[in-house]
């Protein structure tokens, strides 16, 4: 079992930069892959960014060379820079644990980023 406990949602104008943070109860690095997921009102969840436990990442289409993801293994946490932020990013989002690669097996509760215009 794995708890995943997010931080750092919030609201921001347009422009602007959110840090979101996502601490895990077990040692990370015993997790294949960690992620974040979004999901905006009316639309389906999708996949923002992950990272697996090598150090390969992967982005949306839509955040690329704006959001980086990071993972600190020492820390058991996983972290999604978010710059540049526009009023689409505007979302609930999950971050997601993939223990084995197969697509994710938990999700944290979920934190609100809201970009004003």
């Known amino acids: 079992q794995v708890q995943l406990v997010e931080s750092g949602g919030g609201l921001v104008q347009a422009g602007g930069s959110l840090r979101l943070s996502c601490a895990a109860s077990?040692?990370?690095?015993?997790?294949?892959?960690m992620g974040w997921y979004r999901q905006a009102p009316g639309k389906q969840r999708e996949l923002v960014a992950s990272?697996?436990?090598?150090?390969?990442?992967n982005y949306a289409d839509s955040v690329k060379g704006r959001f980086t993801i990071a993972r600190d293994n020492a820390e058991n946490t996983v972290y999604l820079q978010m710059d540049s932020l526009k009023s689409e990013d505007t979302a609930v989002y999950y971050c997601?644990?993939?223990?084995?690669?197969?697509?994710?097996?938990?999700w944290g509760q979920g934190t609100q980023v809201t970009v004003s215009s």
């Open positions: 997601s644990a993939d223990v084995a690669g197969w697509g994710p097996d938990y």
């Open positions: 077990r040692r990370s690095v015993s997790i294949y892959a």
């Open positions: 990272v697996t436990n090598g150090g390969s990442t």
